[in-house]
């Protein structure tokens, strides 16, 4: 049976959140099988509850924002990614401020946090969304799909006019069958424009922004003196972004996805319509790890 997960121990962080620019300390805490991912607020009294499901997205600008009660918690996307990338399906995030902590801008952090944890295996199946047919979603000339796929596979193209980003490479197809979240994904950092952080800033956004966790660009070149980790890591952090964003939906998903200029507004429009939609997905568990499919086990290696 392939199996949900949790950590095996508590394990706390400390970093600054990206939009705040507000010191936040992060617990995660193991969580018993079919809990899924639970936020809590432990600064509010009452502490306020936020379960990772897409109807509890709300602010979209430049991250994704949970919502309930009045209370916000933003730039989820990161660790849920983290957590999708190694199988986490069940846990508690306790935090103590407005935003999960951006650490270096990328999903890398996180993922070593989760490492140092501890990985383990709970006695309960785990549960995927499988698509069986194709849901899709377009704004002007943005738009996102999702399609049934015998895996996981994620298709994504970028287009923004700067040299920086152009000469990196716009479009990238990561079939997990192949390639590996940890090695291809995670390290993968958030990226933004000088001519922008005025108009954010006013927005009360990009406040905690800087060289150590933002790929940093002017009207030519990236400003940041250690360059880029990947060749075009610009469009694998949409990746990244997008598994985070899927990820939201509670479960794993059994599928393909596929996008031009989305972001997480439109991602989070996306898994809605599939959910809205009883047709278009069904619940799959696996009894045997050969029945998986080959991005499956190659995700979640521990399981087979």
Not at 5 to 13: D, E, F, M, P, V
Not at 18 to 40: C, M, N, Q, W, Y
């Amino acid at each position: 049976m392939l199996k949900q997960r949790t950590l095996k121990t508590i394990i706390r962080a400390t970093g600054v959140g990206l939009h705040s620019g507000v010191k936040v300390t992060l617990v995660l805490r193991p969580a018993a099988p079919d809990t899924g991912i639970v936020f809590r607020r432990i600064d509010l009294e009452p502490p306020v509850e936020m379960k990772a499901n897409p109807y509890s997205v709300g602010d979209t600008r430049m991250a994704s924002c949970l919502e309930k009660d009045g209370a916000k918690l933003g730039t989820v996307e990161h660790l849920m990614s983290a957590l999708a990338g190694l199988g986490i399906d069940n846990l508690h995030v306790d935090v103590d401020g407005a935003e999960i902590p951006i650490m270096d801008g990328s999903a890398g952090p996180f993922v070593f946090l989760l490492q140092s944890a501890g990985i383990e295996e709970q006695n309960a199946a785990k549960k995927f969304i499988r698509i069986r047919k194709t849901v899709e979603v377009r704004e002007g000339d943005k738009w996102a799909r999702l399609e049934p796929y015998d895996g996981f596979r994620l298709t994504f193209s970028i287009l923004f006019n700067h040299p920086a980003v152009d000469q990196s490479g716009t479009k990238v197809v990561m079939d997990f069958a192949d390639d590996s979240y940890i090695r291809d994904i995670a390290r993968a950092r958030t990226f933004g424009f000088t001519q922008d952080v005025e108009a954010l800033r006013a927005q009360g956004l990009a406040l905690g922004g800087s060289l150590e966790n933002v790929i940093v660009m002017d009207e030519y070149r990236v400003l940041n003196t250690e360059g880029l980790r990947l060749h075009d890591e610009f469009v694998r952090h949409k990746v990244l972004d997008a598994i985070g964003d899927l990820y939201l939906a509670g479960h794993p998903l059994l599928g393909a996805f596929s996008a031009h200029k989305s972001g997480h507004a439109m991602n989070n429009r996306l898994l809605r319509e599939l959910l809205a939609d009883a047709t278009a997905w069904e619940w799959a568990s696996f009894s045997r790890a050969e029945e998986a499919p080959a991005a499956v086990l190659h995700l979640y290696p521990q399981a087979a």
